[in-house]
């Protein structure tokens, strides 16, 4: 992660926060900049040792994106093009945390982590790669070149670079979304000791929920069959999902007042890191879910968010679904000599549904597998914006089209 908070006990404070506080309906954010005044703010991302290259393209579509980056880095608007609705999981100039209903000191710490200009400029640079355009960074002498021409030959100069074919110098791109491969990574077959069903950490309050009106379950198993996963700890974040808004679900202020007890937030925290293959099972509302970020090592929420691109998938009323075998690796020696750690996601649901019908064979039956789809994207609110591919899933979009084509 590039930008940090001061203290790690604020981290901590702000994403407890950002997953836990209440959605406050505002009205959109309208923004009225011209054509000139855009222009001049995208540009200053057009330098003299640095600019942005996308082969084909023009001035005038850097400039939009560039935009609609800054928006949506800034919570003002969707990824997927609409103007959002301000709730306090997203950074907005015009209203203060506090005004959102956030406690005055999370709200400030808030303000210092998602609305710092750093972390804007990070998030707005990964909205633009995303999207298809390349940083490109020159060597001194051909910076000084650049410096050293009139303004309007630098204008002129940067209305052609921003869509020529072909450019030099050091290329930075962000062209692939799915999980790094390296043998480092991988999960072995079989268990690494027998299987568990973590439900709690005492053992007399160790008792499977039972499901209510309109639930279903999530299945997701951490599998530590990886020496770099040996007796580490890792949670998941799932959030509720408004397919038809390209947005997620926020539980509303009042939502003690009008007794609702609807899932918004999933977070699926490894309970025994010493087991190697734990089963855990999470009752949540009947509905659709992405995958919203992990950490590993550590309990706390992510600090990261794939609302740029994540995995979505539905869980219906009365279902087990099983999501994933989750591994949490840390500190694994790749093969060009880094080290990383990352959750390994993986699935095998014979596995899962065998060892399940060892340690609950009622619920073995029920078992279903997940049916993942990509790109499901959703307001940007996290210390880190990114976008998430699971292999081999098709994109929402196309499997819309699809259905819709079918239903002709």
Request: glycine fraction near 8%; charged fraction near 25%.
């Amino acid at each position: 992660m590039t930008v940090f908070l001061r203290s790690s006990a604020a981290l901590v404070a702000v994403f407890f926060a950002l997953q836990a506080a209440p959605a406050a309906a505002q009205p959109k954010v309208e923004n009225g900049d011209s054509a000139e005044e855009i222009a001049k703010d995208a540009a200053r991302d057009l330098k003299d040792n640095r600019f942005y290259n996308k082969p084909g393209a023009t001035r005038a579509q850097y400039d939009a994106d560039w935009q609609e980056c800054r928006l949506i880095a800034r919570g003002s608007q969707l990824p997927r093009g609409s103007s959002s609705y301000y709730n306090p999981m997203m950074y907005n100039p015009s209203i203060s945390p506090l005004a959102a209903g956030i406690g005055g000191g999370i709200g400030a710490a808030i303000a210092a982590a998602i609305a710092e200009g750093a972390a804007r400029r990070e998030n707005r640079k990964r909205c633009l790669l995303i999207r298809g355009w390349q940083m490109v960074k020159l060597p001194q002498d051909k910076a000084q070149a650049i410096a050293a021409m009139t303004d309007e030959a630098k204008e002129a100069y940067f209305n052609s670079i921003v869509g020529a074919a072909q450019v030099s110098g050091e290329i930075e791109r962000k062209d692939k979304f799915t999980p790094l491969e390296d043998p480092a990574l991988a999960v072995g077959a079989g268990l690494a000791s027998p299987a568990t069903l973590w439900l709690h950490k005492d053992p007399a309050k160790a008792v499977m929920p039972v499901l209510a009106e309109g639930q279903g379950a999530v299945v997701v198993a951490f599998n530590r069959n990886n020496p770099a996963a040996k007796d580490r700890f890792g949670r998941i974040e799932l959030y509720r999902y408004d397919a038809a808004k390209g947005d997620l679900h926020y539980q509303p202020r009042d939502w003690k007042k009008k007794g609702d007890l609807t899932t918004y937030v999933v977070p699926i925290i490894a309970g025994d890191r010493r087991a190697g293959y734990e089963l855990r099972v999470i009752p949540v509302t009947a509905g659709d879910y992405v995958l919203g970020g992990w950490t590993v090592g550590t309990n706390t929420p992510a600090a990261s968010s794939y609302c740029f691109g994540a995995p979505t998938f539905s869980v219906k009323a009365g279902e087990y679904v099983y999501l994933a075998d989750a591994t949490p690796v840390m500190g694994a020696q790749l093969a060009d000599g880094s080290k990383t750690s990352t959750m390994v996601l993986t699935r095998n649901m014979a596995q899962a549904q065998g060892e399940l019908a060892k340690l609950r064979p009622e619920l073995a039956g029920k078992l279903t597998e997940a049916s993942i789809r990509n790109r499901a994207s959703y307001s940007c609110a996290s210390v880190t914006m990114d976008r998430y591919d699971w292999p081999g899933a098709a994109d929402v979009a196309a499997v819309e089209a699809e259905g819709a084509e079918g239903g002709r």
